[in-house]
Structures are given as structure tokens and as C-alpha cells.
């Protein structure tokens, strides 16, 4: 089996590091609109070459895209002459819904939509190891509207890699992912914002311990792989973000009316989120 993944950041270059151990990968290949990236690619052994689109459509059995939402959906359609193949077209986007709903209908059979659960705030091929996918969960969607071989060769590849697998449709991904992954990040960015705006965010800094830098630590994540996201699942990002507000705005009004019952009763309901995860 030759795979082909169209984007060498963190996601497409950790996967290929995972991918080239599988013995019946013969080999993996890429493709990166960014030269830097394909040069860094190649020096660090991402990937064994570097080909145009073009030529990975032709020569691999298997095409991942590691790309932003948007270039997902731009590569789809530029994927339509597959049609009738037994390729697979495995997109590894953020979000689901209109990814899924813009896939062209003559190759609505090659395509897996997948999500890994993973990733870090560092981005581009330096920041890509071997290790990320282990024992972290992948979500396909709408599997059922994909073909029998390309599900087989999906689920084998994530299975190898060490990957969990959950199914739901991508509508329910969407809502799900704004909650625990989307929302975080648009949260991150307003936190590092707030300190950013004080006269004195230097001396605020220099006493940042662990907490601080848990918290801020995904907005370091690429801005332009975020707006795309941020843009594509706009509604349930919102409805996300408003029932964070309704949660803060609780904690503020029991520190605003010196409650503390209330509030020392909120935040030992919080601490149940971590009962279900142990």
C-alpha cells in the first residue's frame, strides 16, 4: 500500500513517522504547498518524496488530507477524476458537517471523514514525532456513505497506528467538538489577549506558574489553521461559547454578592468532570 499525504505540518508529518512503520506501507509520500515545508519535510525523513497533487492522486492508494477545513474542501473537488476507483481519500479537518456535505457525489464512496482526536499548539513539520496518535481517539463520520474498501483500509490504518475508534455523524461531531476542542482554543486566545492589554504584562508574566500556562498554552495554535475552523463551525462554536459565559457569569455573581456557598458549590461540581475521566 503507498500512501500520499497532502500536508506536512504536525498532523501530516506525525503521521507519516507512524505510518512508515507499518510493514505493509510501502512507502509514504507527500505534498505541501509551502517549499520551506517540503524541504524540512524531506531533511527530517517525513516523508520519502515530495510530488504534486497530481501525481499523488495517481500513484497512492491511500491520500490523507492534513490541510485547514477549507483546503479539505478545495481538494475534494480537485478529486472528482477518482471517481469509479477503488482509492481512498481519508481527510483528517476539525470540523465535519460541511466538509462532509460538500464532497463531490461522484466520489462520495472514496472518502472517509475522519477527525483525530490530537494535536498540540506547535505547527509546521519540525514540530511533528512519532507518538501522537498513540492511544489517542479518532472520530469517523458518516461512515455508513463510505464504501466497504475504503472503511476496511480506514479502520485498519488507524487501528495500526494505535488509534481508538469512535463513530457518529458529523452534525453530532460538530456540536461535540465546539464544546471540547473548539471552544478551549477561542477561550485561550481571550485569556492571552487579557494579559496582553495590561500596561504591566510583563511583571504579570514573570509570575505565570503552571495554571496560567496550561490555560494559555493553545493560543500559540496557528491562527490560520483556527480561523478556518472558528469559521466553518461558527454556530455551535457560539452556542459553546454561550454557555461558558452563562457558567462564568454564575461564578462572577456569587463573588459579586460575596455568596461563597454558591460558589464553593460550583467549583466541587466541577470537580466531578475529572471522576468521569479517572
Known amino acids: ?37 517540503q524541504k524540512v519535510a524531506l531533511e527530517l525523513g517525513l516523508v ?23 483546503g479539505v474542501i478545495a481538494l475534494l473537488n480537485q ?31 472514496n472518502v472517509v471523514a475522519a477527525h483525530p482526536m490530537t494535536g498540540t499548539e506547535q505547527f509546521g513539520p519540525k514540530a511533528a514525532f512519532e507518538g501522537l496518535y498513540t492511544d489517542k481517539v479518532v472520530v469517523l463520520c458518516d461512515l455508513e456513505h463510505s464504501g466497504s474498501t475504503q472503511r476496511d483500509i480506514a479502520l485498519k490504518l488507524f ?23 473548539h471552544m478551549p482554543h477561542i477561550i485561550s486566545y481571550a485569556l492571552a489577549n487579557t494579559v496582553l492589554a495590561q500596561e504591566e504584562k510583563e511583571n504579570i508574566l514573570a509570575l505565570a506558574a ?20 472558528f469559521r466553518q463551525n461558527r454556530a455551535n462554536v457560539l452556542d459553546a461559547v454561550e454557555l461558558f459565559q452563562r ?5 462572577k455573581e456569587a463573588l459579586q454578592e460575596k455568596d461563597y456557598t454558591t460558589l464553593h458549590k460550583e467549583m466541587k461540581h466541577a470537580n466531578k468532570l475529572y471522576e468521569i475521566f479517572s
Open 79 to 109: 478529486s472528482v477524476d477518482l471517481a469509479g476507483s477503488n482509492k481512498t481519500l481519508i481527510d483528517l479537518g476539525s470540523t465535519k458537517a460541511l466538509i462532509v456535505a460538500a464532497i463531490p457525489a461522484e466520489i462520495r464512496a
Open 210 to 229: 503552571g495554571g496560567f500556562r496550561s490555560m494559555s498554552r493553545l493560543a500559540k495554535s496557528s491562527p490560520t489553521m483556527w480561523e478556518d475552523i
Open 1 to 37: 500500500m503507498e500512501i500520499g499525504i497532502v500536508g506536512l505540518g504536525l498532523m501530516g508529518g506525525s503521521l507519516a513517522l507512524s505510518l512508515r512503520k507499518l510493514p505493509f506501507v510501502t512507502s509514504v509520500v507527500g505534498s505541501d504547498h509551502n517549499l520551506e515545508h
Open 159 to 181: 487501528r495500526s497506528i494505535g488509534m481508538q475508534i469512535h463513530t457518529m455523524g458529523a452534525a453530532q461531531h460538530d456540536r461535540h467538538a465546539a464544546i471540547i476542542s
Open 48 to 70: 520519502q518524496a515530495i510530488l504534486p497533487f497530481e501525481e499523488l492522486k495517481k500513484r497512492c492508494d491511500v491520500l490523507f488530507f492534513a490541510v485547514p477545513v477549507d
Open 247 to 251: 457558567e462564568l457569569a454564575t461564578l
